[in-house]
């Protein structure tokens, strides 16, 4: 989440953003009431807590982040699985710890992966170029056959992708190869946690039993 941008200045990136998710899924999940639901959290390899509860961190963190450093940062938080990636810039690396800590404090949290860069804050450009690559990086995921494109969380950020997920090497080797084939992608960070064949069967749905004629 941007804590930088006013709203005006956010929303073509915001735009951008809803384009690129409404290509590649023509069922996004809805948030009502705290509740998430639609056909993505189905296939989620998260379960629907877990879900609700990287929800609730990625704003409990911004918020925070907000309250304790203000506009001197550009942090977005990213929470998969109770694993928390920090991306954007920072203005020197005292800020870049404390960030850290403001989030290390923040409920449910498990792992903190800091990308933070000592950098000045990026542009609306630099922004809208990262989204665009984000929204190629989950088309590719999509056209694939043999993935699983919503066990994926896709994260670019000046031009280094990160994926984020619950998958088997397989799929992780395979996601690899076709985010680096990706126009735009200058590097491949894999945040991914590597679970078995035999535990992926045991997740995918059950088929519905058939019943007999009478």
Not at 58 to 81: F, K, M, P, Q, W
Not at 100 to 109: F, G, H, P
Not at 168 to 176: D, I, L
């Amino acid at each position: 989440m941007t804590l930088k941008l006013t709203t005006l200045k956010l929303l073509p990136l915001l735009l951008l953003s809803a384009s690129l998710g409404g290509a590649l899924s023509a069922c996004a999940p809805i948030i009502i009431g705290g509740a998430v639901v639609g056909s993505l959290m189905a296939t989620d390899r998260r379960t629907a807590g877990t879900q609700i509860e990287d929800e609730g961190i990625e704003l409990r963190a911004s918020s925070r982040i907000r309250e304790s450093l203000g506009d001197r940062v550009h942090v977005n938080v990213t929470s998969y699985n109770r694993q928390v990636l920090l991306t954007g810039e920072v203005p020197n690396a005292q800020d870049k710890q404390l960030v850290e800590q403001v989030v290390s404090q923040v409920e449910n949290v498990r792992s903190i992966v800091n990308e933070l860069a000592l950098l000045g804050h990026s542009t609306l450009t630099q922004r809208s170029s990262d989204a665009l690559v984000t929204g190629k990086v989950k088309a590719g995921l999509l056209d694939a056959k043999d993935l699983f494109a919503n066990a994926f969380k896709v994260v670019t950020e000046r031009g280094t992708t990160y994926l984020m997920g619950r998958v088997t090497q397989r799929e992780a080797n395979r996601a690899t190869d076709i985010t680096r084939a990706t126009g735009g992608v200058q590097k491949v960070v894999r945040l991914l946690e590597i679970i078995s064949e035999e535990e992926l069967k045991n997740q995918l749905p059950k088929p519905a039993p058939v019943e007999a004629k009478k």
